[in-house]
Each structure stands twice: as structure tokens, then as C-alpha cells.
């Protein structure tokens, strides 16, 4: 069994799964935000991206400040 190792005060990086779940998108809209550079990610591998916990919280506040989902800069 393998399992992840996490440095004290560090929590485990997300997978596009568990942001789909969290933010109740799908896979698609979740790799477009991604892609985009709204959401940002690590690539895990060839073909598998991974979203920091922080990182999800900022772009949780992010949209509650801003739920139009429209850039005002």
C-alpha cells in the first residue's frame, strides 16, 4: 500500500475530482479553469494535474467576492 507522505502543516495537494466535488463543476469545467488560469495546478505526472488546498480556498473567496464571475480591473 502506498501512501502520501505530508510534511507537518502541510495538507495534501486535490485532485480535479475532489475540486469537482468541492465546487460541484464538472471535470471539463474544472480543466478549463485550469487551463485558463483561473485555478491554478501542478502537474503530477504526464497527465494528471493537482490543486493545492490554499489554492482552492483563494478561488472559493475569490468567487464569493465576485460571483459574476466577470474580471472589473
Do not use: W
Not at 24 to 37: E, F, H, Q
Not at 44 to 61: N, W
Request: with cysteine; proline share 3%; glycine share 6%.
Amino acid at each position: 500500500m502506498i501512501g502520501i507522505v505530508i510534511e507537518k502543516g502541510h495538507e495534501p495537494a486535490l485532485t480535479v475530482r475532489d475540486v469537482c466535488a468541492e465546487l460541484r463543476l464538472s471535470r471539463n469545467t474544472v480543466y478549463a479553469l485550469i487551463n485558463s488560469g483561473q485555478l491554478a495546478a501542478f502537474r503530477a505526472g504526464k497527465q494528471r494535474y493537482r490543486v493545492e488546498a490554499e489554492e482552492l480556498r483563494r478561488y472559493k473567496a475569490a468567487q464569493r467576492a465576485n460571483p459574476s464571475g466577470t474580471n472589473n480591473d
